[in-house]
């Protein structure tokens, strides 16, 4: 449900409400209320609270490769309440700029991790508190930039830890040309994460493995009838950095 624009001056208001029946998971409703404001032309509140879950995948029920963490059969879905308030707007000071800081508050009950290489539901409420903040930047009609960063705090109450898996910092930084005389598409990408912590089995425990920095390369072609059709090449890691996307314990 969403009002329309007689309904409020300058703010608009949106209403949703899903039921599930999934086999052998029980019965979820989740619902969600967002609304957003035009304090003027150039500024703009923003804000939602809603309810969702998440049921574990077919890897992290099933999955039994001995390299990796195990699966679980006995896992439950997620299940989390959040809530999220921005602030945003539009500049132009010789370029187009937009701009928005988004505070969240997010908590999950039955958080699907890992405990000594076997999938779990974390025990305790995990509580999800952070900030984003996003800009981008139409410096030409040919060139777009793009920048964001994000800050996220996710503990299990009581505990003082970040969750596995979760980067506690993430820096992206995108640039974009398409030339209009050229069916061309050129773009270049800054991925910068902080810490992250996996859980490693045989009693070794939490081990960090984040603060790496990737670079990925993109172009693409388009033709046919308004440029409909593209053709897209993408190298990733274009500096060729060593990093590790998890750890565990093997044996040879």
Do not use: M
């Amino acid at each position: 449900i969403r009002a329309g624009e007689a309904v409020f001056d300058r703010t608009s208001i949106a209403l949703g409400l899903r039921h599930n029946r999934p086999s052998g998971e029980g019965d979820v409703t989740v619902g969600n209320v967002s609304a957003r404001h035009e304090l003027s032309d150039t500024l703009y509140l923003r804000g939602g609270f809603g309810t969702s879950f998440r049921l574990p995948d077919a890897w992290q029920l099933y999955g039994n490769d001995p390299c990796c963490t195990l699966g679980n059969p006995n896992l439950e879905g997620e299940k989390s309440r959040n809530l999220d308030a921005a602030i945003g707007g539009t500049a132009r000071a010789g370029v187009e700029f937009t701009w928005e800081v988004t505070l969240f508050d997010r908590e999950v009950d039955d958080l699907i991790g890992s405990a000594n290489g076997v999938r779990i539901n974390t025990e305790n409420t995990v509580d999800f508190q952070g900030f984003e903040a996003a800009f981008s930047a139409q410096f030409t009609s040919q060139w777009r930039g793009t920048l964001s960063y994000t800050d996220t705090q996710a503990r299990e109450r009581g505990s003082s830890d970040q969750v596995i898996g979760i980067p506690e910092q993430t820096l992206k930084i995108g640039l974009r040309y398409e030339p209009q005389s050229l069916p061309l598409e050129l773009g270049i990408s800054l991925v910068d994460v902080g810490d992250v912590w996996d859980d490693v089995s045989g009693g070794i425990g939490r081990v960090e493995h984040g603060n790496y920095s990737l670079v990925d390369l993109s172009g693409a072609y388009r033709f046919g009838p308004d440029g409909r059709q593209r053709i897209g090449v993408r190298i990733e890691n274009l500096t060729d950095e060593s990093y590790a996307s998890s750890l565990g314990r093997a044996f040879v």
